[in-house]
């Protein structure tokens, strides 16, 4: 097996496509919003609200004779292909992407995103990693209920008399009967289905660890599954694959359901289930980006959350003009705007310059700054605002707003995942000099 490697934000000649061709087949010219439906995770998950991330956004889109990769960064595989999508940012191994994925999702640094030997492994472990967000995510609607029909062998009748099992059980007669009664139960196939994969999970090197961060959703599903039997994991995940949830109440279990089943097939190198199934994982540039760099500045900046629609900001009196900055100063004496870009300094243009000025106008803010991956040794550039008139000819810089391109230098051609990581500690440090 020979993984394709791309990288975001790129054209890329369709012939070069040839060894994943069954995959391309299934994501080209599709949305997110159609690949979701399909069944690849996308991060952020799609919400109505969201900004920099688009339901029309594409993976790869065609162009003539070429594709465009989109704003996007993850692996997608079916069969034995494998498309790995890199960062733009990074030349040679790709760092960068796990470095963010470390900072923002907290995924341990056994990411291995370069060998190509361990690429299925690679694509596992992401899976793996993200389940404890979707287990939190779902648990925020309690444990999962639903009728379930179980089976009972007593002399307390409550149900269906099972005539076969109670023939076989129960011959010569001692007193009980085998019937059969639905309930109304915590302890039903999905919720089995979650248990088994959280004790999956436990047997991993650093499954205690990474289940450490959702220890209270471990626990509610571990006390609503009594029944729980290593034995019947075959049969738990044909139960499920049977029974995809569909109630709209209940849509964070679904996602948490299919994740579980690719978990627990990773066993027999069947990831993916459905003839030709293409699965994987997206992750949104824009948005790492913009999450990691929260990480950084946190402590000077509000992060108003698009994805989440919290915190949300508005143009004009009665609440007209939705508006989510990236990043609004603490100090309110001296308001600064912040906006995240996930594009080379020459990219930062046309409306990126509109969209900051209309934020600094409504925030009274003096200043702004944009926060861009600096991939050589550029320069911060300093953009003074105009005014004047070329009709009058008195056209000047104002002394007093400013808009300034900041990069964070992402090291190169580090030799190893560790010696990158003290590298950006380092720019990390140069970066935040300007708040000090």
Not at 249 to 275: A, F, S, T
Not at 387 to 398: H, L, M
Request: glycine letters at 6%; proline letters at 3%.
């Amino acid at each position: 097996m020979n993984p394709l490697t791309i990288k975001d934000n790129k054209l890329i000649l369709k012939t070069d496509f040839y060894d994943v061709q069954d995959i391309t087949a299934v994501i080209a010219d599709k949305t997110f919003e159609q690949l979701e439906k399909d069944g690849i995770f996308v991060f952020p998950e799609i919400i109505k609200d969201a900004d920099d991330i688009s339901r029309d956004q594409m993976v790869l889109q065609s162009y003539n004779d070429m594709y465009a990769t989109g704003n996007v960064m993850g692996f997608l595989g079916t069969g034995n292909q494998r498309l790995i999508i890199k960062s733009r940012f990074s030349d040679g191994e790709d760092y960068l992407f796990q470095y963010l994925l470390n900072k923002v999702m907290d995924f341990p640094n056994m990411v291995d995103l370069e060998t190509d030997a361990k690429q299925d492994n690679s694509l596992f472990n992401l899976l793996v990693f993200l389940f404890p967000h979707y287990l939190k995510k779902a648990a925020r609607k309690g444990a999962f209920k639903t009728y379930i029909r179980k089976q009972y062998n007593d002399s307390n009748v409550r149900g269906t008399i099972d005539v076969a099992r109670h023939i076989r059980r129960n011959t010569p007669f001692i007193g009980n009967i085998a019937y059969s009664q639905r309930e109304y139960s915590y302890d039903n196939y999905l919720m089995e289905l979650v248990r088994h994969t959280i004790e999956y999970i436990k047997a991993k090197p650093y499954g205690e660890r990474l289940l450490n961060s959702a220890k209270d959703e471990v626990k509610l599903v571990v006390d609503s599954t009594p029944d729980y039997s290593p034995g019947d994991r075959r049969k738990i995940i044909e139960d499920n694959k049977k029974n995809t949830i569909r109630h709209a109440y209940y849509h964070e279990y679904r996602d948490l359901q299919r994740l579980c089943i690719l978990i627990l097939q990773n066993e027999k190198q069947q990831m993916g289930y459905g003839k030709r199934k293409v699965y994987g994982i997206l992750f949104d540039g824009a948005w790492l980006w913009e999450e990691y760099i929260n990480t950084l500045v946190e402590d000077y900046f509000y992060h108003p959350m698009n994805k989440a629609g919290k915190d949300k900001q508005w143009l004009f009196k009665g609440n007209i003009g939705l508006i989510y900055p990236d990043f609004i100063g603490k100090d309110a004496n001296n308001r600064i705007i912040a906006d995240a870009k996930y594009k080379p300094i020459s990219n930062i243009s046309g409306h990126d310059y509109l969209q900051v000025l209309a934020y600094m106008f409504r925030f009274d803010a003096k200043k702004a700054f944009y926060f861009y991956p600096e991939a050589t040794d550029e320069s911060d550039k300093e953009l003074w605002l105009n005014k004047g008139s070329t009709y009058e000819e008195d056209v000047v810089p104002k002394d007093d707003i400013c808009l300034i391109k900041h990069g964070l230098r992402i090291p190169q051609n580090s030799c190893s995942y560790e010696e990158f990581k003290e590298e950006i500690h380092n720019t990390e440090i140069e970066f935040m000099e300007v708040f000090v």
